[in-house]
């Protein structure tokens, strides 16, 4: 059972979710989890099952005998155990050409030894480093039986799983994200892997290439045939292999269990190395900690360095397959490889170098240089028949015999050039750039609604309280003028306040009242006491004589004739100043309607600059909205649309399955 066939999809996993999900209980979901595993094992023969569990009973008592056992009995029950997982990985894989086996046993490999033998011997060593062995059966036995790693990897360590056995948390975000993610690698499977297989083998059959005698005629298809097969073939292991990678860290992630990333845009490298840094990299991972790394890494001499890569690549193709086209690969990496090491300066040089066009010339150029090297790579992966291999690494030498276009060929590529730019595209980093994109919004929404709390709940929580403003109570300073008491026996109040206070409701006299007051009042108002120079003229004593008033008169009368003429001389600078403001303000008037002529002459130049303006504002003002609106949902936004996209991966996919796929329509529409 492979997890892109109906009966995995319609049935297996959805009873899995079911009984998953029926109880809280982390007991509960961890023996689900075992039995959905043993049972998705057995459709693979009781042979399977049975091998698997002796494997595992071997695994978890050799690496609790590590964990007892003194530093010099380590060494010795290390290299057994190793011995004991190596020895049948080798039988199985080269059982096909031993001559003197049954043909029962000839071919048969049990189901995924090849990524759970690496996970074991990975446990096997961190115990023999000192790591602490687990001490119970039922937690190694998820481990070793985990399906969604069983088939297709990445190969897990159980340090990565330790804690999620014994402690994890169901969370919708995690949910959700891991539905995305094996809807998306099930699409990735049916609608672009499987169809790159078909159009890899339609193009060009292989059968063809075993012909001993095509060197010497002229061969039935052209060069674009041999190059479209083999672009096919390049997405294809690619979006293959990653497929089945998406469908196990979706079903970990739904379940609640971390699996690491097997690939990060691996065509996007710009060297071998970094291809292979990106490329299966729990493999990568294993062979450096495991192999290359104790056997002295780079600290090492530069010809030990080379024996230790030598080994690595010769590992690494026979982990990959049985033939000896494996191991030329694997080689074939070594060499290029080793060239990148030996111009390791020069490489430097030319990244410190980056910038203008010439850094995206040269990026450019170190591009084409990886994919021009992981073309014919897969070339060597691909054809185990080393006459076929022969043949088509001939006929990318261009000979004369061969045609560059056939008609068939093109008409095959134009009907398929929309499944070819599909899987071009996510090939790429597409969605990890995406995704990227997607957390950093994430984050400023969170920023956003964050201060916009802090806004709320005021200044840390040190905003005045009701009690404190000066609105709340009635102890305000105009109750407090009501009584003059109260104002009186403040000490801050002067006595001139009190004096004021003391005189309210006592009515004012008016002007006449006091000019034309009697005397006997003023008397009062002014005792002589006090006041003796007044006293004369408050009795009416020492009154002016007429010749005195007289002379007073005449003065007055000059005075008033001199305020006159001051009168009129004011009164004409008034006019001359009002006539000098009606011309003034005839002048702005004027002024006024040249300008109004001089807009209206302009407003219909302007009035299409003021439309543009004003779309340009709109524009502005919509996409501002939008931002904001993005940001104040962007968690529900990345929810919901990650179920919305699985849900339709989801159906496409069953449409695949089905038989009732409508991607040759779309495909034959380019």
Excluded at 25 to 44: G, P
Excluded at 198 to 215: H, P, R, T, Y
Excluded at 272 to 284: E, G, P, V
Excluded at 526 to 537: A, I, R, V
């Amino acid at each position: 059972m492979q997890f892109s066939q109906m009966i995995f999809v319609a049935g297996f996993l959805p009873l899995f979710f079911v009984l998953y999900f029926g109880k809280k209980e982390l007991a509960w979901k961890n023996a689900v989890f075992f039995l959905a595993s043993c049972f998705f094992l057995l459709f693979q023969g009781l042979l399977a099952v049975a091998f698997l569990c002796f494997f595992t009973l071997f695994v978890f008592f050799m690496g609790k005998a590590l964990g007892k056992a003194t530093e010099e009995k380590k060494k010795k029950i290390f290299f057994l155990s190793l011995a004991g997982i190596l020895l049948p990985l080798a039988f199985f894989k080269y059982s096909a050409a031993l001559p003197f086996l049954p043909k029962m046993v000839k071919g048969w490999m049990p189901f995924g030894i090849s990524f759970y033998s690496f996970r074991f011997i990975a446990y096997l060593y961190d115990c023999y480093q000192g790591k602490e062995a687990e001490q119970e059966i039922f937690s190694f036995s998820l481990f070793a039986f985990a399906f969604p790693v069983l088939s297709q990897g990445p190969i897990l360590r159980y340090s990565e799983m330790r804690e999620e056995i014994k402690n994890r948390a169901f969370s919708y975000e995690a949910f959700s994200h891991g539905l995305f993610r094996f809807t998306f690698g099930l699409w990735k499977k049916l609608a672009l892997a499987d169809a790159l297989g078909s159009l890899s083998v339609e193009v060009l059959s292989l059968d063809s290439l075993k012909n001993a005698s095509m060197l010497q005629s002229s061969p039935s298809f052209s060069f674009l045939a041999v190059f479209l097969s083999g672009l096919s073939y390049m997405l294809q292991i690619f979006l293959d292999f990653s497929a089945y990678t998406d469908m196990a860290i979706g079903i970990g992630e739904i379940c609640g269990f971390t699996l690491p990333e097997n690939f990060q845009a691996p065509y996007s490298a710009r060297s071998i190395r970094d291809f292979w840094r990106r490329w299966h990299i729990s493999l990568s991972m294993f062979f450096r900690d495991y192999v290359y790394i104790p056997l002295g890494g780079n600290r090492v001499p530069f010809p030990l360095q080379v024996r230790n890569l030598l080994l690595i690549w010769i590992l690494t193709g026979i982990w990959h397959g049985s033939t000896a086209n494996f191991i030329l690969w694997g080689l074939y990496f070594f060499v290029f490889i080793l060239l990148e090491l030996c111009c390791k300066k020069l490489w430097k040089r030319m990244k410190k170098s980056e910038g203008g066009n010439f850094s995206f010339v040269l990026r450019c150029l170190q591009h084409v240089y990886t994919l021009v090297v992981l073309y014919f790579s897969w070339i060597l992966f691909r054809f185990s028949d080393f006459q076929s291999l022969k043949n088509i690494l001939w006929l990318h030498t261009l000979p004369k015999s061969l045609t560059l276009v056939d008609g068939k060929t093109l008409l095959i590529a134009k009907s398929n050039i929309f499944l070819l730019l599909v899987a071009i595209l996510f090939s790429g980093n597409l969605l990890s750039s995406l995704e990227e994109e997607w957390q950093k919004l994430l984050f400023r929404g969170k920023s956003r609604l964050a201060r916009k709390k802090r806004a709320s709940l005021g200044f840390y929580g040190m905003e005045d309280s009701e009690e404190d403003s000066p609105e709340a109570g009635t102890d305000s300073p105009e109750a407090e003028q009501d009584s003059p008491e109260a104002v009186v026996d403040t000490p801050e109040v002067t006595a001139i306040d009190a004096g004021k206070t003391a005189l309210k409701g006592v009515p004012e006299a008016t002007a006449d009242e006091l000019i034309f007051a009697a005397s006997s009042d003023r008397k009062d108002l002014f005792p002589e006491e006090k006041y003796p120079m007044l006293k004369l003229s408050l009795d009416g004593e020492g009154a002016p004589r007429p010749e005195e008033r007289s002379g007073e008169t005449e003065v007055q009368k000059e005075e008033a004739i001199s305020f006159a003429e001051e009168v009129e001389a004011e009164a004409k600078a008034e006019e001359e100043v009002e006539s000098e403001v009606k011309a003034e303000a005839k002048i702005e008037s004027e002024e006024l309607l040249r300008e109004e002529k001089m807009e209206a002459e302009l407003s219909q130049e302007n009035q299409e600059d003021l439309l543009r303006h004003e779309k340009i504002l709109r524009r502005i003002q919509r996409r501002t909205k939008l931002n904001i609106f993005f940001l104040d949902h962007a968690e529900q936004l990345y929810f919901w649309g990650k179920l919305l996209a699985a849900i339709a991966f989801l159906l496409l996919s069953f449409a695949l399955m089905a038989g009732q796929s409508y991607m040759p329509f779309l495909y034959n529409q380019f």
